[in-house]
T-cell receptor, first 117, second 110 residues
Framework: EVQILESGGGLVQPGGSLRLSCVAS????????MCWVRQAPGKGLEWVSG????????NYAESVKGRFTISRDNSKNTMNLQMNSLRAEDTAIYYC??????????WGQGTLITVSS | QSALTQPRSVSGSPGQSVTISCTGT?????????VSWYQHHPGKAPKLMIY???RRPSGVPDRFSGSKSGNTASLTISGLQAEDETDYYC??????????FGGGTKLTVL
């Protein structure tokens, strides 16, 4: 059974940093791309960042480029999202998902980030 | 990285069919056979309903079907049921490990 679990959410002040983690099980982790998707309050889903199975290739939404860094440790079946220079508009539920080109197959339950003073 | 265009809302009566459109560009929807659709109940994880434009994951009822023509993809839900009422999102692969979502469509079952 595939399981995906995010952690690291919480309240952070504007300009602050936070590191999200995603632990996956039930599939060959290194064989699949992964990504982060977020949903701000009252808004739709927004793709944030993606990473290849090897970790050699990454990409970011323009809204987070230069502030967020995605990484993965295949030995620990873990993916991370380092978020710096956080803004109020980064407030959202952040989801981790197992990615196929054709669709995001499995999702975690999400972790809430609130950026506020 | 502009969001794909979906209608904000659609509605239908139980037993009827509804179709949700999703319009992108040749750089995403029209450039790959990788459109997917998600059902999202607030507070829960999104659920993959259609992938690779037209394929249905195991366990998804065959009332849900996907299609695509050019830069526009569509999700059709036939035999509407009350539990289908929620938000639906389209998504397309856009190359280089990037994806783009639609703005979401709220389905109301009358």
């Amino acid at each position: 059974e595939v399981q995906i679990l995010e952690s690291g959410g919480g309240l952070v002040q504007p300009g602050g940093s936070l590191r999200l983690s995603c632990v996956a099980s039930g599939f060959s982790f290194s064989g699949f791309a992964m990504c982060w998707v977020r949903q701000a309050p009252g808004k739709g889903l927004e793709w944030v960042s993606g990473i290849s199975g090897s970790g050699d290739n990454t990409n970011y939404a323009e809204s987070v480029k230069g502030r967020f860094t995605i990484s993965r440790d295949n030995s620990k079946n873990t993916m991370n999202l380092q978020m710096n220079s956080l803004r109020a508009e980064d407030t959202a539920i952040y989801y981790c998902a197992k990615a196929l080109y054709g669709g995001l197959e499995y999702w975690g339950q999400g972790t809430l980030i609130t950026v506020s003073s | 990285q502009s969001a794909l265009t979906q209608p904000r809302s659609v509605s239908g009566s139980p037993g009827q069919s509804v179709t949700i459109s999703c319009t992108g560009t040749s750089s995403d929807v029209g450039g790959y056979n990788y459109v997917s659709w998600y059902q999202h109940h607030p507070g829960k994880a999104p659920k993959l309903m259609i992938y690779d434009d037209i394929r249905r994951p195991s366990g998804v009822p065959d009332r849900f079907s996907g299609s695509k023509s050019g830069n526009t993809a569509s999700l059709t839900i036939s035999g509407l049921q009350a539990e289908d009422e929620t938000d639906y999102y389209c998504c397309s692969y856009a190359g280089s490990y990037s994806w783009v979502f639609g703005g979401g469509t709220k389905l109301t079952v009358l």
